[in-house]
């Protein structure tokens, strides 16, 4: 068994007249953030079969425009193994 850490960058934009930010007021037009995402996990290779099992926590915070935090992203991979 194997860990895993990582750290990346996200960035959106988008135009909608309908998305409400969390702070209660309504915005419409052209909406864009910028943010940082982290990574963690374990990771599993079967040795008899090809094949490959991940277990990954995602969370997220954005930088600029919506900020908040999201720490719910979870994530069960399973991998083909060539």
Do not use: C
Not at 2 to 28: A, E, K, P, S, T
Request: proline share 2%.
């Amino acid at each position: 068994m194997m860990y895993f850490l990582g750290l990346g960058g996200h960035i959106g934009v988008w135009h909608n007249d309908r998305y409400y930010w969390y702070d209660g007021d309504r915005r419409d037009g052209h909406f864009s953030i910028v943010g940082v995402d982290f990574i963690a996990g374990l990771e599993y290779t079967l040795q008899e079969v090809p094949f490959n099992f991940s277990l990954d926590w995602k969370p997220a915070f954005n930088l600029i425009g919506d900020r908040h935090w999201w720490g719910d992203g979870v994530a069960l991979s399973i991998r083909y193994t060539f």
